[in-house]
């Protein structure tokens, strides 16, 4: 079994940054694509950011020049850098895995963008 830990959400003023991380703990024997979701109240949970398992990324059109995901293989870690935050950023932040060819949730980190 495959535990995924997210880290660094917080409170943050319109225009200010966050790092978020999530580190993958267990018995991991192959590990593939990592990505970020995000669930605003009352919405569906959207997919944010991606990263394969040799590095390409992607992100949602919404983010895009404003966050940065990008991974350390070695430590089976993601990592989302937010720049510019909106309130519309506000969310709960989910990390997403495939390990061992099963896929796998965290339990969320909270992220709200007020002034």
């Known amino acids: 079994q495959v535990q995924l830990a997210e880290s660094g959400g917080g409170l943050v003023r319109p225009g200010g940054s966050l790092r978020l991380s999530c580190a993958a703990s267990?018995?991991?024997?192959?590990?593939?694509?990592m990505a970020w979701y995000r669930q605003a109240p009352g919405k569906e949970r959207d997919w944010v950011a991606s990263?394969?398992?040799?590095?390409?990324?992607n992100s949602a059109d919404s983010v895009k020049g404003r966050f940065t995901i990008s991974r350390d293989s070695t430590k089976n870690t993601v990592y989302l850098e937010m720049n510019s935050l909106k309130p519309e950023d506000t969310a709960v932040y989910y990390c997403?895995?495939?390990?061992?060819?099963?896929?796998?949730w965290g339990q969320g980190t909270q992220v709200t963008v007020s002034s």
């Open positions: 997403y895995g495939v390990f061992d060819y099963r896929a796998y």
């Open positions: 990263i394969t398992s040799d590095g390409t990324t």
């Open positions: 267990g018995r991991i024997l192959s590990s593939d694509a």
